[in-house]
């Protein structure tokens, strides 16, 4: 059985169920052991969760063979799989780490899947709507268009993607390396900071 995140009313939040599934309480004192023990993630990730729940450490849940589907109205958005997630909750925030591989399918407004990600692990802020992908990121859109890089932040809601990263821009017509990118999931409107200088398309 997916998980389900509805977005309608509340910021994004639900309960993992699938496959194995374990919850438990922890004091504050075993967040190092959270966190050691994901090592599909990197050290930079890592310290990105805990910088964000630092205050209080509630509680994690975790599982494996993970499928999420995110819907809004109804309406299914996106579905993600990874082999592991983690939850960490505090009383301010939460974040879900999914270690990979991981791969997304995104939906268009007639509810077809027309874009697809691919990326090593992924780190899902549910609160603001907002992912970051790792490792061998891939985005590919309609129209043959393709984007390559090593990590890659997407808030979902304004459906803007960006990278201060290295990239690689592909299309049918040819194939552009930039140092940065910012634009949308369909990669029909972005940026492209070119060796310095800038190519806006739209």
């Known amino acids: ?10 910021p994004e939040t639900a309960t993992l169920v699938h496959f194995s599934l374990r919850f438990c309480l922890l004091l504050v004192f ?10 599909e993630l990197s050290e930079y990730e890592n310290q990105q969760v805990a910088e964000a729940l630092s ?27 990874g082999s592991r997630a983690v939850t960490i909750k505090n ?14 399918e995104i ?18 802020y549910p609160e603001e709507a907002l992912f970051e992908l790792y490792g061998n990121v891939n ?15 997407w808030e979902r809601k304004s459906d ?5 990263d290295f990239v690689i821009f592909i299309t049918d017509a040819d194939s552009i390396a930039a140092e940065g990118f910012f634009g949308n999931t369909q990669l ?15």
């Open 160 to 164: 803007r993607v960006r990278t201060s």
């Open 139 to 153: 985005v590919k859109a309609p129209e043959g268009k393709e984007l390559r890089s090593e990590s890659l932040q």
């Open 107 to 124: 939906y268009n407004e007639e509810g077809e899947a027309d874009t697809f990600v691919n990326a090593d692990s992924a780190m899902h």
């Open 188 to 202: 029909t409107n972005y940026t492209l900071n070119e060796g310095g200088g800038r190519a806006v398309i739209e």
């Open 91 to 104: 009383e301010q925030r939460s974040v879900t780490k999914i270690s990979g591989p991981v791969y997304i």
């Open 30 to 39: 075993t967040g190092s052991l959270i966190f050691s023990g994901c090592s």
């Open 55 to 81: 205050d209080s450490l509630l509680s994690t849940t975790e599982s494996w063979d993970v499928e999420m589907e995110f819907l809004e109205q109804g309406q299914l958005k996106l579905i993600l799989t």
């Open 1 to 10: 059985m997916p998980l389900s995140y509805q977005d309608s009313v509340t």
